[in-house]
């Protein structure tokens, strides 16, 4: 069992960078791909980036692509989703979400995640 909890969320306004962090309790990170997603209000939740397990292969939604980076740190168990040229359209809650040795595009592809933490973007 793992458990996730993330974390820099927050106000902005347009054009600011902002760093998500997730990170793992119970479990080292070491083995699981992890994948961010956010769901926008009144919206379906929907693919952010994933990383693989083995750390060195990522994906990006296109609509993030060029924008948002994602990458592990293993030393602190932590999984980060760095964020450049916010635009309001970014705003949503956005999760992190595990899985042992895989992890994709859909939610279904996860078995942990986390409660989620809010970034709004203002113009």
């Known amino acids: 069992q793992v458990q996730l909890v993330e974390s820099g969320g927050g106000l902005v306004q347009a054009g600011d960078s902002l760093r998500l962090s997730c990170t793992a309790s119970g479990r080292t990170f070491r083995t699981y791909g992890v994948g961010w997603f956010r769901q926008a209000e009144g919206k379906e939740r929907t693919f952010v980036a994933r990383?693989?397990?083995?750390?060195?292969?990522?994906y990006y939604a296109e609509s993030v692509k060029g924008r948002f980076t994602i990458s592990f740190d293993n030393a602190r168990n932590t999984v980060y989703l760095q964020m450049y040229s916010l635009k309001p359209e970014d705003t949503a809650v956005y999760y992190c979400?595990?899985?042992?040795?895989?992890?994709?595009?859909?939610?279904?592809?996860?078995?942990?995640w986390g409660q989620g933490t809010q970034i709004t973007v203002s113009s």
């Open positions: 979400a595990a899985k042992l040795g895989g992890g994709g595009r859909r939610q279904v592809d996860y078995d942990y």
């Open positions: 990383i693989t397990w083995t750390g060195d292969v990522t």
